[in-house]
């Protein structure tokens, strides 16, 4: 699939995506493709009813839309996006984009707790090199936003939603990554 990534900037959009139920359902659609809402419940531990609800709001905004691939009986959605940044070109779009990025990091703290709580069961390749890492790193803005960058370049060409040439036992991995000043360390400036 090509990628079909967006700059979210709309505060509507943004505050849509401030919940982690529809950051998770998006992602998953984004991932796994076409899915109805109890498959997207399954997904992400939920009810069908209350993902059927996200999937309504997440249309609203032009993130997902029915798929064509139902056979009459079944509704699946499917994310118009492979992909997004956001961005904040007014106040209100930056509050919404803060709101969305707490959801954001919500979820991912969510995934882990999940993914410890079943770490016994995971099959041992995967827990040999599954990873968490912390970096006290010395960067200036720029030399920041180079790091930022250079992970991106080596990290798209494996993502789900567009990778063409994945070996049959790959499977779903998380990726989660953070990049702040570490107050009171940083300047204020």
């Known amino acids: 699939m090509p990628e079909r990534r967006r700059r979210l900037t709309d505060p509507a959009v943004l505050d ?6 529809r950051l998770d359902v998006l992602g998953y659609l984004m991932s796994a493709g076409p899915a109805t809402a109890s498959q997207c419940a399954r997904a992400v531990g939920d009810t ?3 993902c059927s609800y996200h999937l309504r709001v997440l249309a609203a905004h032009g993130l997902v839309e029915p798929d064509e691939s139902g056979d009459g009986r079944s509704r699946p959605w499917r994310a118009t996006l492979t992909g997004f940044s956001v961005g904040a070109d007014d106040p209100d779009a930056e509050a919404g984009a803060a709101r969305m ?8 703290h969510h995934l882990v707790r999940e993914y410890l709580r079943a770490r016994d069961d995971v099959p041992e390749r995967w827990r040999e090199v599954d990873s968490h890492a912390s970096y006290g790193l010395a960067l200036t803005p720029a030399e920041l936003a180079e790091v930022v960058q ?3 370049d080596l990290v798209r060409p494996y993502i789900q939603a567009t990778r063409t040439d994945a070996p049959a036992d790959a499977e779903h991995v998380h990726l989660g990554f953070t990049a702040f000043p570490r ?7």
């Open 16 to 21: 849509a995506l401030a919940h982690p139920v």
């Open 48 to 50: 069908p009813s209350n």
């Open 101 to 108: 990025l707490a959801a954001s990091v919500e979820l991912d």
């Open 150 to 152: 250079r992970i991106d």
């Open 183 to 189: 107050p009171p360390f940083g300047s204020r400036s």
